[in-house]
């Protein structure tokens, strides 16, 4: 029984003590992480932008509306925001792909 | 007449705790179909724990053991498993907004004050094998307490599993009672952001270098994790993927959970011990989500954008039933708050801090 180990164990605060270290060094471990994938996830990001070459776009006619969350890729045309993510939510579902695989270029309602 | 003493001869040779052993076996395979309580797991490890208990069984000394000697022994399952289980994870949550990675330490607690615990009752080996339970991670835990030989394998097996599926019964009670209605409430809107496909596929070998530098005891089960996610990401090996998803993860599941059974044998089982280490794993389960949501809550002190402090609770590594635990608590309270992709972001930030913590235990009291 576990009486028998008594005399084996050490104080409450003692263990409190190595509790306290290890997780200290989790937290330690994770922060570093994080500024890793952010300083990562920047340089990415930046060299990503810069080889873009500088031309002027020629003057369009006013985009119609984006969907929020899009970053300005998805043109909609005569559809609700709602809607729309419905309707990527569904093509995404059945093309069992995540979501954020798929790119979405715009979103149009046929009439008749 | 000797002749047919053989067929009641071994019969007489069951003793109670055998029955015991078989009704727990029963009760675990019950739990698993009727209940659904992690079936791929419990249910082999249910009918094992039947074989293994039947007075002479051909099953324990034999192959049962030679598939624990051939993969949990030398903790190959709990590593293969891992392929599986970083091939099903999307990391793109946590990229888009790493300071998540925050609440997956602080959801850790629970592990550290189980540790403090556990001191008082076991010898050190095994009372860091009893806390690394609120790790919340089974493969964690299987691999962690067998590398430091603790002689409770199976109870801390079927504690770390029982409470990985009580999650939705464990968690909201102690997150209700830490958070006020006005808090659950806060909206916290998730703005999209595209993950590059190079951050993607660069996010395994940073996490694996990194983690293994700092915890290097952590080196096989965060390798192995980061492996199988970048089977995922490199977007060549989908059919890799697809295999470490689905056959790779269920076969080693069947094989984990019945080689587990090789130590749910009465005399090693039916302890005072085996309570108090259920009891034990609860504890660690609610103060990992205590932890979380304090954690979330202080933050919230020096914040000025406020944080739903229920994320927080995510971050018990219990993925994916932690995020979603906290998505639909949050939607209960607001249906319009749509927590879903900050609580998974932190669920699979507690993953990666969850083998941190254990390689850290592993450090610290393996030999």
Redesign the interface.
């Given at each position: 029984?576990?009486f028998n180990?008594?005399s084996?164990?050490?104080g409450?605060g003692e263990?409190?003590i190595?509790?306290?270290l290890?997780?200290a060094?989790?937290?330690?471990?994770?922060?570093?992480?994080?500024f890793?994938?952010?300083l990562?996830?920047k340089s990415?990001?930046a060299s990503?932008k810069k080889p873009a070459p500088v031309t002027e776009a020629p003057k369009e006619t006013p985009a119609p509306a984006t969907a929020p969350?899009?970053?300005g890729q998805l043109k909609l045309h005569n559809v609700e925001p709602k809607t729309a993510a419905m309707l990527m939510a569904i093509v995404a579902n059945k093309m069992n792909k995540?979501i954020?695989e798929l790119r979405f270029i715009s979103i149009k309602e046929v009439t008749e | 007449m000797d002749n047919f003493a053989i067929l009641y001869e071994n019969l007489l040779k069951f003793q109670w705790q055998d029955i015991v052993m078989i009704l727990l076996g029963c009760l675990l395979i019950f739990l698993a179909i009727k209940k659904e309580m992690e079936p791929s797991l419990l249910l082999p490890m249910g009918l094992g724990t039947i074989l293994v208990n039947i007075p002479g069984s051909t099953a324990l000394v034999g192959p049962i053991q030679e598939l624990y000697n051939a993969g949990i022994a030398n903790e190959l399952f709990p590593l293969l498993l891992f392929i599986g289980i970083g091939a099903m994870i999307d990391f793109g949550p946590l990229l888009t907004n790493p300071k998540l990675m925050l609440f997956g330490a602080a959801a850790q607690f629970g592990i550290f004050f189980t540790l403090c615990m556990a001191r008082m009752f076991f010898p050190e080996i095994d009372a860091a094998s009893i806390a690394i339970i609120g790790a919340a991670d089974g493969p964690t835990s299987i691999a962690v307490a067998n590398t430091l030989g603790s002689q409770y394998v199976g109870a801390i097996t079927v504690a770390a599993y029982s409470y990985m599926a009580l999650v939705p019964i464990i968690q909201p009670p102690v997150i209700k009672a830490l958070t006020t209605k006005k808090e659950r409430m806060i909206r916290m809107p998730y703005e999209q952001k595209s993950v590059s496909k190079t951050t993607r596929i660069m996010f395994p070998i940073i996490i694996t270098v990194v983690a293994s530098a700092i915890v290097p005891d952590a080196t096989a089960l965060i390798g192995f994790l980061m492996f199988g996610n970048l089977i995922r990401e490199c977007g060549v090996l989908n059919s890799l993927s697809d295999t470490a998803q689905n056959v790779l993860a269920n076969l080693i599941t069947i094989f984990l959970g019945i080689s587990v059974s090789f130590n749910m044998v009465a005399d090693k089982f039916l302890k005072v011990d085996t309570l108090l280490i259920m009891g034990l794993g609860l504890i660690a389960f609610i103060v990992d989500t205590a932890g979380g949501v304090l954690f979330a809550k202080l933050i919230n002190v020096f914040s000025k954008k406020k944080i739903n402090p229920m994320i927080g609770a995510a971050g018990i590594s219990a993925f994916p039933m932690s995020g979603r635990i906290v998505h639909k608590m949050g939607l209960a309270e607001d249906p319009q708050n749509h927590l879903l992709m900050h609580s998974i972001g932190v669920n699979v930030s507690g993953q990666i801090a969850s083998v941190i913590a254990g390689g850290i235990i592993l450090s610290m009291f393996g030999g």
């Open positions: 029984m576990f180990t008594l084996d164990t050490i409450f263990a409190g190595t509790a306290a290890g997780y060094v989790v937290f330690f471990g994770l922060i570093l992480l994080m890793v994938v952010v990562v996830g990415f990001t990503a969350g899009s970053a995540p954020n | -």
